[in-house]
């Protein structure tokens, strides 16, 4: 039987390469976004994912052409940077209200097939940021530890009905993230140019780091397992990382990301 599979926020970047790697792997693969990018093998539906309703119709559209989705990874996201006691409230929520709550609304939308058709598979992107914040991604950071918190306690109130939930988390992948970062630079002067510093370190090791093509076939491959680890670090440094926040005392691991994102 082919597999179904939605991929939200697959326009581009990681999004894009997941939904070509599932098409590639034999699944028909439909995409949600605000944006139609054509690519062969992959079904557009226009939706926004802070819109409930919409979300809500792109479901119900594939479960009417397909009568079943088998996949579904909750791509969708973007990232905002600044001081924390500078943020303004609408960026913050707005940082939440895609990242997070987006993954939760096109997750209750395909939960209730799921359950029926007897089990299914949901990937849930979140970021290594979740278990080693970073200071003036304090927001993005946030997200990302909501989504493996979310990942996990879902996890065990799906199980008696073979639905199976993970997290990957990727490091730097060098794709459009980077120039879609809502970035703001208000206070620099009172924090010594640390804010500009910070940022810069970022976008310059996104710039030089994985493709998206092999972050997306991870994410593609994770997506055809009936099941992993609740939480999935994208890549070997990214793996020692999850690892040494593991291991180090909290007060030390830190200290080691003050020394590389707040100098």
């Not at 082919?2 to 439909?30: E, H």
């Not at 990018?37 to 559209?61: N, S």
């Not at 940021?129 to 879902?154: E, G, R």
Request: glycine share 10%.
């Amino acid at each position: 039987m082919v597999k179904v599979a939605v991929v939200t926020g697959g326009s581009g970047g990681i999004g894009r390469c997941t939904a070509q790697a599932l098409s590639r792997a034999g699944c028909r693969v439909y995409e949600f976004s605000r944006h139609e990018r054509p690519a062969e093998g992959i079904r557009h539906i226009d939706a926004d994912m802070c819109d409930e309703a919409q979300v809500k119709a792109a479901v119900e559209e594939v479960l009417r052409r397909e009568g079943r989705i088998d996949i579904l990874v909750n791509n969708a996201g973007f990232g905002i940077s600044g001081a924390a006691e500078l943020t303004e409230p609408e960026d913050s929520h707005a940082q939440l209200e895609l990242n997070l709550f987006g993954m939760d609304r096109a997750t209750r939308a395909v939960l209730p097939a799921m359950r029926d058709q007897g089990g299914g598979r949901i990937v849930c992107m979140s970021s290594i940021a979740a278990i080693l914040p970073i200071p003036f991604q304090l927001w993005y950071s946030v997200s990302k530890a909501a989504i493996n918190a979310y990942v996990l306690a879902l996890q065990n109130e799906l199980r008696p009905f073979g639905i199976s939930v993970c997290a990957v988390m990727p490091g730097d992948i060098s794709t459009g993230f980077t120039q879609a970062r809502r970035k703001s630079c208000a206070g620099d002067e009172i924090y010594s140019g640390r804010i500009e510093r910070s940022v810069a370190v970022m976008e310059r090791d996104e710039k030089n780091g994985m493709s998206p093509e092999r972050a997306g076939a991870y994410v593609a491959r994770k997506a055809l397992q009936k099941s992993s680890r609740p939480l999935c670090a994208l890549g070997f440094s990214y793996k020692c990382a999850a690892m040494a926040a593991k291991l180090l005392p909290r007060r030390l691991s830190n200290y080691l990301v003050g020394l590389i994102y707040a100098k």
